[in-house]
């Protein structure tokens, strides 16, 4: 074999066998980037999510985080304070239902999403929450406020039934 032969079979080799393999290394490498990606969102919003908590015990006197069987009456700043509060809380599931939330959505997307239908669900079963939606949904993504609602109507079945 002369050298020009074997460089020749050496550029079959490469093209048979390494070009097909770098291929899948660059896909492989994209997909682990992705999902490095998106846990860095999902992070981001969990941050989020937990600095509106404190914000929730900064405001103990509003009883959020009771059950509403044990909701206090509210003089007008505390009622002000809570729809700021609802408002903040909508701006951060818009943020994470336009971030995290797809249609057809990866095993790992839709686990990460669960965590914040949960807490969607969870704020939804408060019935002062609700009552509030038409008002707190105004100006928002069209897909959130048909994903929020839906959500909203299904919890409030669940409470009453």
């Given amino acids: 074999m002369t050298p020009l032969e074997i460089l020749e079979a050496l550029s079959y080799l490469v093209t048979i066998v ?6 899948w290394v660059f896909i492989k490498e994209q997909r682990k980037e992705r999902a490095n ?5 999902y992070l981001k919003l969990a941050d989020d999510y ?4 404190k914000l929730v015990l900064q405001h103990t006197d509003l009883r959020l985080l009771a059950p509403l069987s ?3 009456v509210l003089t007008p700043e505390q009622l002000e304070k809570r729809h700021v509060l609802f408002e903040i809380l909508i701006a951060q599931f818009e943020r994470a239902y336009i971030l995290v939330y797809e249609e057809a959505m990866t095993r790992q997307a ?3 999403w669960q965590t914040w ?3 969607m669900r969870s704020w939804c079963r408060r019935s002062d929450f609700r009552a509030q939606l038409p008002i707190l949904l105004d100006g928002e993504d069209a897909g ?6 839906r959500v909203a109507a299904e919890e409030s079945a669940r409470v009453i039934s």
């Fill in 70 to 72: 044990e909701q206090p």
């Fill in 117 to 119: 239908e949960d807490y």
């Fill in 50 to 53: 937990e600095a509106f908590l």
């Fill in 110 to 112: 839709a686990r990460l």
């Fill in 18 to 23: 390494a070009l097909p393999f770098a291929i």
């Fill in 37 to 41: 990606d998106d846990e860095e969102v």
């Fill in 144 to 149: 959130f406020q048909a994903y929020i609602r």
